[in-house]
């Protein structure tokens, strides 16, 4: 990353005696991280590690724990406090907070959740493999966790696995039946792999609810990827209607994918009332704000 000074790390990490092997694995950490943006979307999902309060009380925790540190450099307990507290301070941590907490591992210090924080850290910074490791380690001992079980799939799908990642969502849709976010992905990650994955929709359909509605959502992305703008249009505008609204429902993504779908099929006004409403979620978008006025301006010109 940029500004990140490796030689401060490295003499750290040669203070606590940590081999060479997590030397290099940190340091290429770092410059992994530099050229990829990972999936930063998903390192917010985090649990509960007492009362961290605000960013300044997250300040004062961590200048807590560095007194500590200074004062026992071997306290393994407090270089993991100092990670996880580094974790909840944002994106720009996550290199500091990872060799906090391979450090106190390294050193033998154990606790189930070193194995969590890691995975959501590695997966956020792109390093998949990694990541991927860490949740099996953290599942092994949090079986029934279903967020990250989720998450462990999602690994696969973004590694372009698609067929283990059908396999995950396969085994968790036997477990938790009627999940339509297990569901939805499970029918991507069939799509994805070439696998039939219609059997799933339809079940999602029978279902009712929101497994329905994420079944239009399926349906308008594969059908837009392959450039079968009409249907996808029809899957996504059902999706918008009113009786398809849940909570995680990614509106601004909706309406760009329908905006694309328009101009697939020649459609400008479909396209800019797509764009109009995308802009109200998502004003700073100049994509989508030269679109729109590319359109105006060819409709203003039509007209004379």
């Known amino acids: 990353m940029a500004g990140f000074d490796f030689s401060k790390i490295k003499k750290a990490l040669s203070s606590y005696g940590i081999s060479v092997f997590l030397v290099v694995s940190i340091s290429f950490i770092i410059v992994y991280a530099s050229k990829t943006a990972g999936d930063k979307n998903y390192a917010s999902f985090n ?3 007492g009362n961290l309060g ?3 009380n997250l300040d004062e925790k961590l200048a807590e724990i560095n007194e500590r540190l200074s004062k026992n450099p071997r306290d393994m307990q407090a ?11 944002g994106y720009s941590r996550y290199i500091d907070a990872i060799s906090d907490l391979e450090m106190a591992r390294e050193n033998g210090y154990t606790d189930v959740r070193t194995f969590y924080y890691l995975a959501l850290m590695y997966q956020a910074v792109g ?9 099996a380690r953290y599942i092994n001992n949090r079986p029934d966790d279903l967020e990250a079980r989720l998450m462990l799939a999602r690994i696969h799908y973004l590694k372009g696995d ?8 396969s085994g968790l849709n036997a477990r938790y039946p009627k999940n339509g976010v297990i569901m939805e992905n499970m029918a991507l990650s069939e799509w994805k792999s070439g696998k039939d994955y219609t059997v799933t929709l339809e079940n999602m359909r029978k279902i009712k609810g929101e497994a329905a509605c994420r079944a239009d959502s399926v349906m308008g992305k594969i059908r837009f990827e392959e450039k079968l703008y009409y249907d996808s249009i ?3 505008e059902n999706l918008l209607s009113g009786k398809c609204a849940y909570p995680s429902i990614d509106k601004a993504e909706i309406y760009e994918t329908l905006a694309h779908s328009y101009l697939g099929v020649k459609n400008d006004a479909g396209a800019m009332l797509s764009l ?5 979620l998502k004003p700073d978008s100049d994509e989508a704000r030269l679109q729109l006025a590319k359109l105006e301006k060819k409709k ?4 004379k």
């Open 127 to 135: 390093l998949y493999d990694f990541a991927e490791l860490e949740y």
């Open 276 to 280: 109009r409403e995308l802009l109200k």
């Open 79 to 89: 270089l993991f406090e100092s990670g996880i507290v580094k974790y909840h301070m």
């Open 234 to 236: 029809t899957a996504l």
């Open 54 to 56: 605000d960013s300044r």
């Open 47 to 49: 649990r509960e590690f």
């Open 162 to 169: 698609y067929a283990g990642a059908a396999k995950e969502y």
């Open 300 to 303: 203003k010109s039509s007209k």
